[in-house]
């Protein structure tokens, strides 16, 4: 059924992509617990591991209390082309730095290659969409408090069950192990490069663009395994088949709570208060 903006929704590929993203995800955890490797890597820092269920509480818990909020409306439609001139090529680009990652040696190609695909490549999409019509735009995010100020709740309680109850990481060494001024300039590298860029790709303009074409939950569970994937090239430890299983059911799931939060509030500040955490806080608990 064409809507009133002239472009057609495609719940039948979308219902695809959901179910084989579930599958992926729930097959992971079994042949995991089926294995005994039910402890995964938490950072790419060193090998220590937790067991995966206490990365699932957390965001389960968040998405959770995400319901209580009413959604954002979806984004505007723009005709039956627009939408893919952005959804595609910033899916490739996504595709591409998961896939070539483990193929390069550590820095600088690393970051090198992550402000090409996951910077570059979008400057360069908008650009020429800009040029084109019918052009698709994202609706803007709600005005009220509600959606302003609702995800404190369901953030407060991620951090809450990551880093200070029982299911909490074990903290880091690496900040006593460094000047201050590396420490803050680590810090601040780290939150711009990963959490602020990450969350804008992969959320903001990859998960949102799709989210128009496929609906919410299949956009959410593409974005967060693509997510996922290209983690291989930083805690890969050499067995392909396990690293993607562990990665789904760790960075997956987490990206499910990433992905949630954003498609309900259309707020920037809940995924980089999540995102800076996962990359931070047991590095300031350590200290």
């Known amino acids: 059924m064409i809507n009133d903006r002239g472009s057609v929704p495609r719940p039948g590929v979308g219902t695809v992509v959901l179910v084989t993203g579930a599958a992926l995800i729930v097959g992971s955890a079994l042949w995991l617990i089926a294995s005994g490797d039910t402890g995964i ?6 090998d220590g591991t937790v067991p995966m269920w206490h990365r699932w509480i957390p965001a389960l818990a968040g998405i959770a209390l995400i319901r209580l909020v009413p959604p954002a409306r979806p984004a ?9 001139r952005e959804a595609v090529p910033l899916l490739l680009a996504a595709v591409a730095f998961a896939v070539t990652l483990p193929l390069l040696g550590g ?3 690393y970051t090198l290659l992550k402000l090409a695909l996951l910077l570059g490549v979008p400057a360069g999409v908008f650009w020429l969409a800009r040029r084109r019509t019918p052009r698709w735009r994202p609706e803007p995010a709600p005005a009220d408090a509600v959606h302003r100020w609702g995800p404190a709740l369901p953030v407060a309680a991620w951090l809450v069950l990551s880093y200070a109850g029982p299911l909490a990481l074990p903290p880091s060494d690496y900040g006593r192990s460094v000047d201050a001024a590396v420490l803050v300039g680590t810090l601040i ?3 711009a490069l990963n959490a602020l860029l990450e969350e804008l790709f992969y959320r903001r ?5 799709w989210e128009s074409i496929l609906g919410r939950w299949p956009a959410i569970v593409l974005a967060s395994l693509v997510w996922a994937a290209w983690h291989v090239g930083i805690q890969g430890t050499g067995r392909l088949g396990t690293d993607l299983a562990v990665l789904a059911v760790n960075h997956g799931v987490t990206g499910l709570f990433l992905g949630y939060l954003w498609s309900r509030y259309r707020r920037m500040w809940p995924l980089l208060v999540v995102h ?4 931070s806080a047991a590095i300031l608990l350590g200290l």
């Open 76 to 84: 505007p439609w723009a005709g039956p082309v627009a939408p893919y």
């Open 107 to 109: 820095e600088p190609a």
């Open 189 to 191: 590298v780290g939150f």
């Open 41 to 46: 890597r938490y950072t790419a820092d060193h």
């Open 205 to 209: 303009w990859l998960q949102t663009r």
């Open 276 to 279: 800076g955490a996962i990359n």
